[in-house]
């Protein structure tokens, strides 16, 4: 079988779908094998290619093998049944593995109409486990370069998942921040604006403080507070509540997926960030510093604490989109815990969106190798579960309490760092965008076996309550009815999931 240069292929020679095994070493430098890898190019405008490939290592060093380009984008691998062999696959390398699973030819066209699928997950790549920690080199993983060939199986294993309406064509690409254009990223606020003044569905009389649609979910927040973090639902509702923001957006204009805040890109200063640059293609600047704030001391126990210092703003956020915005619901005095149901917080309290971008709980908790290690340190949904949200009854360390994901909100601070109303601050979605992200390249590495749930459904199990199972139910009412846990899996699932990350 003939194969042409990565760089020369275009959307018609991509026919069929193969997996590729690696036989020498790679040739070029620096390089490693590893396992699998993707690519994709310009596939939310219809007009690129998405390739995805798997890859089974000859050695057991997995690492990334740039090939032709450090741009993952424009890394394309997938036969053809003529051309040129320069630059090739099997120059590189690669031997063409039989097909186990072929993808139909009249199926394939059809794929092509909207892109093009290049995918060789099916068979081989199910037979392969997921990579370990230990298989990487430390400067791999803390460049990021270990999350985004992450990122790249996930992608090639989660095209062999489609169901239901979810297809290729129409699935949500969910992309960093950086990786959107700036005239896109100012029509994404836009459509975050439009969601914070088309009026609430809520009655008034039951929550006054509800203008928007916006505030109806923030609304759905803070009614599920005490149910929905560090218990078993936590990483499903908030990916629901994602979608339930994605629709909402769409109503707005924004028909792609939520974008998300890659973490580890920012821990020398979030201040510092295209995300928080305050210009009109960002979220709005850090909020106006207030000096000489005290240290933030978060007591999980009487004898476990973190100690965050303060970070570069604290105040109104100064200048950008959102800074004229208003927050309303939601002042919760006296925080013994999370409330739950029935709660407080139902008032018109109109005040400022506060900020205060903070780099030292992003280094300490949600830099790449924190967010590279929970994926490849945990094999069940438990322990991956707690560990990503730093769960205080099982983490015994500083070290670990917080997690990623508190890394993330605390890399905000301000609203955003209020776990009962953090949604108000627009980072909020990106935090979780990133958040849904990790857990979606962790459970695709293994989906079968990364497909069910643990633990209860109150916060750390106060008040005590049963283990949920996957017939349980969450909802992001009055904009998302409600669905079985079950539903929520599979992030291709089609009803109602249809987003992968890019
Ligand atoms: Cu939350």
């Given at each position: ?5 990565f760089r020369d292929l275009s959307k018609?020679d991509c ?22 890898a993707a690519a994709i190019t310009n596939a939310d405008a219809g007009t690129g290619v998405l390739a995805a490939s ?13 090939l032709t380009t450090s741009r993952a984008e424009n890394l394309y691998l997938c ?32 794929l092509l109409?909207s892109f093009l699928l290049v ?33 790249g199986?996930?992608l ?12 290729p064509?129409?699935?949500?690409f969910?992309r960093?921040?950086?990786s959107?254009s ?318 992968v990350?890019v």
């Open positions: 079988m003939q194969v042409k240069a018609s026919m069929s779908v193969q997996v590729y095994q690696p036989v020498h070493m790679c040739k070029k430098s620096p390089c490693m094998w590893h396992r699998y798997a890859f089974l290592g000859q050695s057991n060093t997995l690492g990334v093998c740039p036969t053809n049944t003529g051309g040129s062999t320069a630059d090739s696959p099997m120059q590189a390398g690669f031997h063409p593995l039989p097909l186990t699973a072929k993808v139909h030819p009249s199926k394939t066209m059809k109409t995918l060789a997950t099916v068979g081989h790549a199910s037979a392969v486990l997921p990579p370990k920690l230990q298989e990487f080199t430390q400067s791999a993983i803390d460049s990021g370069l270990v999350l985004k060939t992450l990122n199986i996930a090639a294993k989660t095209f062999s998942s489609f169901s239901g309406t979810c297809t064509s129409n699935v949500k969910r960093e921040w950086r959107i700036r005239n896109s990223r100012k029509k994404f606020v836009e459509a975050v604006k439009c969601v914070q003044t088309k009026p609430s569905v809520l009655p008034p009389s039951e929550v006054p403080g509800a203008k928007s649609v916006y505030d109806d979910l923030v609304w759905a927040h803070i009614r599920k507070a005490g149910l929905v973090h560090n218990s078993g639902t936590f990483l499903l509702f908030h990916r629901y509540y994602l979608y339930a923001y994605e629709q909402e957006l769409a109503k707005c204009g924004w028909k792609s997926g939520v974008p998300y805040w890659n973490w580890g890109l920012d821990i020398n200063g979030p201040h510092l960030s295209p995300v928080f640059d305050g210009s009109d293609a960002s979220l709005g600047s850090d909020g106006i510093f207030i000096p000489n704030q005290p240290d933030r001391v978060i007591h999980f126990t009487p004898t476990l604490s973190v100690v965050i210092p303060p970070g570069t703003g604290g105040g109104c956020v100064a200048s950008g989109p959102f800074s004229d915005f208003t927050i309303r619901l939601g002042i919760f005095s006296n925080l013994t815990g999370m409330p739950v149901e029935p709660v407080d917080g139902r008032g018109d309290n109109p005040r400022c969106l506060e900020r205060d971008l903070n780099g030292n709980p992003l280094r300490r908790w949600s830099s790449f190798r924190n967010t590279t290690e929970v994926i490849l340190s945990h094999d069940n949904i438990w322990d991956f579960q707690t560990h990503i949200e730093g769960d205080p009854r099982f983490m015994d360390s500083q070290l670990e309490l917080m997690g990623p994901h508190g890394g993330g909100h605390a890399g905000i601070g301000g609203v955003a760092g209020n776990p009962i109303i953090s949604p108000y601050d627009p980072a909020f979605w990106l935090t979780h965008s990133q958040l849904d992200r990790i857990y979606w390249i962790w459970q695709m590495l293994d989906l079968e076996n990364r497909s069910n749930v643990a633990g209860t459904s109150t916060w750390i199990n106060l008040p005590p309550s049963p283990n949920i199972t996957v017939e349980d139910t969450i909802d992001v009412l009055p904009h998302q009815p409600t669905r079985k846990l079950k539903e929520l899996m599979n992030t291709v699932g089609g009803s109602p999931l249809c987003h990350y």
